[in-house]
């Protein structure tokens, strides 16, 4: 039988910070999206979710403002260039994995969710892509950065 921890702990690989900020990005409601901070908070996972939605590639700027802000206000990173950088370029590969950078005329609402143990940083996004409500589809993807000391 499966069970939720088998999700979190690759037996081979031990800890895959990617895998964690895809689930956390999936969770459906926010009391589902708490248990699994702490779960992973127990872990020595720091971590935390929000929405971002925007039009296209010209809301860039703001989903990487978003997502800094939701780390530096949840102590993910502190304040300074070698953590907000590499934040910032985590959130241009996810958007790009997501194919929101490219969806030119596209709206988009998805959840954010980042995972961070040790100098390790995770990002993904999951949600909603579309020109039109009855021609959008779900889409996930997910970056991975070293942050500096």
């Not at 031990?14 to 969770?27: I, P, Q, S």
Request: glycine share 8%; charged share 20%.
């Amino acid at each position: 039988m499966i069970q939720w921890g088998d999700f979190l702990i690759d037996p081979r690989e031990g800890e895959d910070l990617c895998r964690m900020a895809v689930l956390l990005a999936m969770t459906v409601d926010q009391k589902m999206e708490r248990d699994l901070i702490l779960q992973l908070q127990k872990r020595g996972i720091k971590s935390a979710a929000t929405t971002v939605a925007g039009f296209g590639i010209s809301s860039q700027s703001n989903i990487i403002r978003n997502v800094v802000n939701l780390c530096l206000n949840t102590n993910i990173i502190e304040r300074k260039r070698e953590h907000v950088h590499p934040v910032a370029h985590c959130v241009l590969e996810v958007t790009q994995s997501t194919r929101a950078s490219d969806a030119i005329g596209q709206n988009f609402c998805f959840k954010a969710a980042v995972a961070r143990k040790g100098n390790h940083f995770a990002l993904s996004f999951y949600g909603n892509l579309a020109m039109h409500e009855l021609s959008g589809h779900k889409t996930i993807g997910v970056g991975f950065q070293i942050l500096g000391d």
